[in-house]
């Protein structure tokens, strides 16, 4: 990466990390991420689109993967712009405007995607452990409702500790570590007292993602209880393969969180390459495999998507 000048970097700039050593094969890279960045796209726009127009999925399993591939999708453009630009060569910089609103998208997302597993999770243990009253507890209202709260835990909790970020001095080299802005890089650059984010910041993570893991945790014990007491083998089976889809999403999300926070806390003797590629996986896997664990696992979109392009065919 050539890293310009101190004195040409202003104080309300930053400069991107590609992939260090790897300069010279940027246009090589930006070809597998421009196809990536089109899958996720698409995919989850597919996935949107067989939602509203089947009438068949329109029931609460549904409607909550429609709220995960929204959030799959607005994800991506949320990136696409630094990470793509730095391949490119178009721009290795970044005002500290767009740096901290892209910290408030990321983060917020990320938040958001978290909470709609967990939504996710009460679905389907609502669904295996009181099937009658399914319909009756997740109704339209009460969906709406829980997007709701989900939306505003995401976005409403993250807005102080961002806020500050525009108030910091940053006396640090202006050099972030991946392709795009995170909360904890501009703290690693700040001069000022940092203690209030650093500790909001944990205690954010301690209430969502962690609090979301251990509850959808226990959900599927709940469910794995609820199905050992059927007494059909095939009924068991096919209460859980329902839940094959949303355990897949939860490990495509979780894994890549728990791998970039080994690597930051324990990998500072790794290449720096590493730790780019552990922060783009972090971004782009889970909006870029949730398309396609729910096309293949879930037999409703499956067979509309099949009946799709047989139709076009």
């Known amino acids: 990466m050539s890293v310009l000048p101190d004195s040409k970097i202003s104080n309300s700039t930053f400069l991107l990390t590609g992939f260090p050593g790897l300069e010279g094969k940027y246009p090589w890279l930006s070809i597998p991420f421009s196809c990536v960045y089109a899958m996720v796209l698409s995919g989850n726009c597919l996935v949107l689109h067989v939602i509203r127009t089947e009438p068949s999925l329109h029931e609460p399993m549904f409607y909550f993967l429609a709220m995960l591939a929204l959030t799959d999708l607005c994800m991506g453009p949320s990136t696409v712009h630094t990470v793509l630009g730095v391949l490119w060569g178009l721009s290795q910089e970044i005002g500290l405007d767009a740096c901290i609103a892209q910290t408030f998208f990321v983060h917020g997302l990320s938040c958001m995607e978290s909470g709609v597993l967990l939504a996710m999770a009460f679905d389907r243990f609502t669904a295996i452990c009181n099937p009658l009253r399914y319909t009756s507890i997740l109704t339209n209202t009460r969906i709406i409702n829980i997007g709701v709260a ?35 890089d501009l703290l690693r650059l700040s001069c000022s007292d940092i203690h209030f984010n650093s500790f909001y910041a944990l205690a954010l993570v301690i209430c969502t993602l962690l609090a979301d893991s251990v509850l959808i945790l226990i959900s599927y014990i709940l469910i794995l209880h609820s199905v050992l007491t059927i007494a059909s083998q095939e009924e068991s089976l096919k209460s859980l393969q329902t839940c094959v889809s949303h355990i897949c999403a939860v490990l495509v999300f979780y894994i890549p969180i728990i791998g970039l926070t080994m690597v930051h806390r324990f990998g500072k003797h790794l290449s720096p390459v590493v730790h780019v590629l552990m922060g783009n996986i972090y971004i782009l896997f889970p909006p870029l ?9 879930t037999q409703q979109i499956r067979r509309r998507i099949q009946r799709w392009f047989t139709k076009q065919n």
């Open 150 to 184: 989900i939306l505003g835990r995401s976005f409403l909790f993250i807005t102080a500790p961002i806020v500050r970020l525009k108030f910091f001095h940053y006396c640090h080299p202006h050099i972030l570590s991946h392709s795009f802005c995170l909360h904890e």
């Open 289 to 297: 495999m949730n398309p396609i664990i729910y096309s293949v696992k």
